[in-house]
């Protein structure tokens, strides 16, 4: 029961950036319906005072109107977006460009049927449907497209429905004339499906590009947190290993004397808080060493800078360097990834004790920002200052590039700095850094405000 919650919940946490991404995309299919729109209403108003060319412009503008009506009803998923689910948001989202053919057809049958070389423009609005909808929708919908103007045109041709003629355009025998009537349809169904196949064959070469940097860089963030791992297993050991030394002792003094139950129950206590500091300094290491999806919720950043704290005190401690805080207390949450931004400042924290091989101070302080001009917005922030040998200004310009790195006596990979930025950038947040040679270096994490 609990791993199919487990997989549900997964499920509608990968499902949120394709969410998100297609409410995107049906938000520029509105822009583009309003822009077609008002064509419409121009476009029938000009030609009708100008060359008096439409026989019955008053179905167009009804046509018009209704699609107005249609065109406001996609604003619910800029309202609640968190509310729809991925299927339902594409269901609404092929309805609405079902409604957009049948209208399109509507509109070209009252202004020339076929003689309107706007049929042309079904093909542009199948183009917008390849890169929103799947390719299997995407034909079907070509299909529909071919059914509808096929059908219009067989209709007008036998005189089963009227044909609207546009005045002074093309002549009544070419009207007639199978061979035009039928090329045009070929070319126009020929050149639709050709266009739908370029579309989605290029949208999907996109998506799945897009799927491979995602990849990428997710193997790249784990490298990163094992490598940070890797420099904390000193410390870890040290942790483990003195309880452990603890508990041994208990264990002798016990067997010494059994039957001395004062000082067998006072042991026991002492075993038990051994125990719970082990327990806690592992469960400390797993959390931060498990996989972990992108996973969003609200945050105090002080939190997050003080389970680092608790990762790195005792190797900061081996190297001489003195720890300091200097929190905001009350401090305003923000909207991130837990986990991911801890991997941030143990990074930030690493990289200052490499800089620091003789000692020296490593001091975090954390703050809000009324308006930051970067940000645009308010926002907290995060600093990591040590006292360490800073950073030259040649390599400040290439700090954040992959695989550079100035530690050349230490195991750095070159990706620390590289994968920090990435993740901030998520979060929609900057990094700064300040350095100079001899005085130490401060690295600034700022984040918008949830």
């Not at 452990?244 to 016990?254: K, S």
């Not at 400040?396 to 530690?407: D, G, L, Q």
């Amino acid at each position: 029961m609990e791993q199919t919650q487990l997989f549900q919940e997964k499920a509608v946490d990968d499902e949120l950036p394709l969410k998100l991404e297609l409410i995107k995309q049906i938000g520029w299919l509105v822009r583009l319906r309003w822009i077609a729109i008002a064509g419409v209403f121009f476009t029938v108003t000009v030609v009708n005072l100008a060359q008096n060319m439409i026989v019955r412009p008053v179905p167009l503008y009804i046509i018009a109107a209704l699609m107005v009506l249609y065109n406001f009803e996609p604003r619910m998923y800029r309202k609640a977006p968190e509310q729809q689910r991925l299927k339902s948001i594409k269901r609404q989202a092929c309805i609405h460009i079902i409604l957009d053919l049948l209208s399109l057809t509507a509109l070209i049958h009252f202004s020339g049927g076929v003689e309107n070389p706007f049929i042309f423009y079904f093909i542009f609005h199948l183009v917008i449907a390849s890169i929103i909808l799947s390719k299997r929708v995407s034909y079907v919908l070509a299909g529909l497209n071919t059914l509808l103007l096929s059908s219009l045109i067989c209709l007008e041709y036998f005189e089963i429905i009227p044909h609207n003629p546009l005045n002074n355009f093309i002549t009544e025998e070419l009207y007639r004339n199978r061979f035009y009537i039928f090329g045009v349809l070929f070319v126009f169904t020929s050149t639709l499906f050709f266009s739908v196949y370029l579309a989605t064959t290029i949208t999907q070469t996109a998506r799945e590009r897009e799927a491979d940097r995602k990849r990428m860089e997710h193997q790249l963030i784990a490298s990163e947190k094992m490598a940070a791992i890797g420099e904390l297993a000193a410390g870890v050991a040290h942790e483990i290993n003195n309880p452990l030394d603890g508990l041994l002792n208990c264990i002798l003094r016990i067997q010494r004397n059994p039957n001395n139950i004062p000082q067998t129950q006072e042991y026991l206590d002492l075993m038990e808080e051994a125990i719970h500091r082990i327990e806690a300094t592992i469960g400390k290491l797993l959390d931060f060493s498990r996989p972990h999806e992108l996973s969003l919720s609200a945050i105090n950043l002080n939190d997050v800078v003080n389970e680092t704290i608790g990762l790195i005190e005792y190797g900061a401690s081996e190297k001489g360097i003195q720890i300091e805080k200097d929190f905001q207390e009350s401090i305003s949450l923000i909207h991130g990834d837990k986990h991911l931004l801890e991997q941030v400042i143990l990074n930030l924290s690493l990289n200052a004790i490499t800089a620091m091989p003789d000692g020296g101070k490593l001091e975090y302080g954390t703050g809000e920002l009324q308006l930051d001009p970067l940000l645009s917005k308010p926002g907290v922030y995060v600093s990591v200052i040590d006292t360490g040998v800073g950073i030259a200004e040649s390599v400040k310009e290439r700090i954040f590039e992959p695989f550079y790195t100035s530690h050349i006596t230490e195991k750095g990979t070159g990706l620390g700095l590289t994968v920090s930025d990435r993740i901030i950038r998520q979060h929609k947040g900057i990094i700064e850094v300040e350095s100079e040679q001899g005085q130490g270096t401060t690295f600034t994490v700022k984040l918008p405000i949830a």
